[in-house]
C-alpha cells in the first residue's frame, strides 16, 4: 500500500477515535447504551482499518483480536463499562487494539477463516440483539444490580445493532459478489 493511502487510512481511523472519545461522548456512557454500543462498532473499525493499512500479521492473531468485543460485550464489563471511567478507557483501548490485530491479520486469512468469523459475528451480535428485543434484563438489574440501563434503553440498542449488522451484511455481499462478478 502507498504512503499516501496508508496516511489517509491512518487519519481516517484517528477522526473516528476522536469523534468517538471526547468528553461529550464521554459523558452520555452512564445515561445512554447506545452511545457505548456504537463505540464499541466504530473503535474496532477504526483499529481495523489501522491495522489493514499498516501491517500483515499472522492469521493467528485473529484469536486475540476477538477477545475485546466478546468481553466488554458480557453484561458485567459492558455496564461496568459504561459507568466507570477507569474501565471505559480500558474497554475502549482493547477496542482499538483488537481491531488492529484483525486488520493486520486479514490478509494473510484465508477465505474459510474471513467467512466463519463474519457468521460468528452475525451469530453472536443477532442472539443478543433478539435478548434485548425480548426484554430480558441481562444488562440492567436484577441482572445487573448497579446497571443505570433499562430494559426499554436496551431495546433502542439492539435496534442500532441489527441497522449496523445489515450494513455490515450489505457490504459484504456487495463486495462478495463484485468479486465473483470480475
Keep these: 500500500m502507498k504512503l499516501k493511502s496508508k496516511i489517509f487510512f491512518l487519519s481516517f481511523s484517528f477522526v473516528i477515535i476522536v469523534l ?16 457505548l454500543m456504537v463505540s464499541h462498532y466504530t473503535l474496532y473499525l477504526a483499529g481495523v482499518i489501522a491495522g489493514y493499512s499498516l501491517f500483515r500479521f499472522s492469521k493467528l492473531f485473529i484469536i486475540p483480536a ?11 464489563f459492558f455496564v461496568e463499562s459504561g459507568i466507570n471511567l477507569g474501565w ?16 493486520g491479520a486479514l490478509r494473510k ?6 467467512a466463519l468469523l463474519f457468521v460468528l459475528y ?22 445487573i444490580q448497579f446497571s443505570p440501563y433499562t430494559p426499554d434503553q ?12 445489515n450494513v455490515i451484511l450489505f457490504v459484504v455481499v456487495g463486495y462478495t459478489l ?5
Excluded at 476477538?66 to 458485567?76: E, G, K, M, Q
Excluded at 486469512?109 to 474471513?114: D, E, I, L, M, Y
Design 122 to 143: 452475525m451469530v453472536g451480535d443477532t442472539t443478543l440483539a433478539v435478548l434485548l428485543i425480548l426484554g430480558f434484563p441481562v444488562y440492567s438489574p436484577p441482572v
Design 20 to 35: 468517538t472519545v471526547n468528553p461529550y461522548t464521554l459523558s452520555l456512557l452512564p445515561r445512554d447504551p447506545v452511545v
Design 88 to 103: 471505559t478507557f480500558v474497554d475502549y483501548l482493547s477496542m482499538v487494539v483488537g481491531g488492529v490485530l484483525l486488520g
Design 66 to 76: 476477538v477477545i475485546p468485543p466478546i468481553i466488554f460485550h458480557l453484561p458485567y
Design 109 to 114: 486469512a484465508g477465505t474459510f477463516t474471513k
Design 154 to 165: 436496551l431495546v433502542i440498542v439492539s435496534y442500532v445493532m441489527f441497522g449496523v449488522m
Design 178 to 182: 463484485r468479486k465473483l462478478l470480475s
